[in-house]
């Protein structure tokens, strides 16, 4: 049986209004400087409208969550 891999979720509520990002990373020891995030942002408009958006425009495991707010989201 080999070694299962580590699944590390952050959310942040409070680094944009209205946003909320959320990363996953395979490890138990994550660094937020490390380009292997998966990020998106899920934006609620006035209306409760509900956007998702990954950065980039994928679902790729290569962001830096401490850049989480300066990326381009899609």
């Known amino acids: 049986m080999g070694i299962l891999p580590s699944?590390?979720?952050?959310?942040?509520?409070t680094t944009s209004q209205g946003c909320i990002y959320v990363g996953s990373v395979n490890s138990l020891t994550p660094d937020v400087d490390e380009a292997n995030w998966t990020i998106?942002?899920?934006?609620l408009t006035q209306d409760n409208d509900v956007t998702i958006e990954y950065a980039g425009g994928e679902a790729t495991p290569k962001y830096k969550w401490s850049e989480r707010a300066t990326l381009t989201y899609k």
Do not use: F, G, H, Y
């Open 7 to 13: 699944l590390t979720v952050k959310s942040d509520s």
């Open 40 to 43: 998106k942002r899920i934006t």
